[in-house]
């Protein structure tokens, strides 16, 4: 399952939006699909990423 979300939906959202940072896209993801139950601001992001 996680195979078909990186070569089909993550794949298209990068080549239709043109990003670079592929990498900082998946961690950001990651960090958003574990913690799909809880509220998601930016300073809660920012603290899973650091």
Known sequence: MQNLFKEVYLKDLIERNNISKTY????LLDILASNIGALANPSTIEKNIC
């Open 24 to 27: 900082e896209l998946e961690s």
